[in-house]
Nanobody, 115 residues
Framework: QVQLVESGGGLVQAGGSLRLSCAAS????????MGWYRQAPGKQRDLVAI???????TYADSVKGRFAISRDNAKNTVYLQMNSLKPEDTAVYYC?????????WGQGTQVTVSS
């Protein structure tokens, strides 16, 4: 069984930075797109950023220029560097991946940005 385990969330002041990590583990044959979604209280889960196995990236307009997604294919790990954080970035951040041709989700990590 495949698992995605996130780390790196926490509390930060506006303007600060955080780096999220997500590692895939288990019996892995193939890793496709990986990425991050977020869900604020009372809102739907939205795309933050995704990255293909070849390194092509896509970002939500709200995070362009502030967040950077990257991955280490040898470690089956995806990262999200978040800079210039704003209070509206506060949410639970979920790791996402197409692992062995199936969708997998992490358990979520809380990011709170104080004003």
């Amino acid at each position: 069984q495949v698992q995605l385990v996130e780390s790196g969330g926490g509390l930060v002041q506006a303007g600060g930075s955080l780096r999220l990590s997500c590692a895939a583990s288990g019996k892995i044959f193939r890793v496709g797109v990986m990425g991050w979604y977020r869900q604020a209280p009372g809102k739907q889960r939205d795309l933050v950023a995704i990255i293909t196995s070849s390194g092509t990236t896509t970002y939500a307009d709200s995070v362009k220029g502030r967040f950077a997604i990257s991955r280490d294919n040898a470690k089956n790990t995806v990262y999200l560097q978040m800079n210039s954080l704003k209070p509206e970035d506060t949410a639970v951040y979920y790791c996402y991946g197409i692992i062995n041709l199936s969708q997998s989700w992490g358990q979520g990590t809380q990011v709170t940005v104080s004003s």
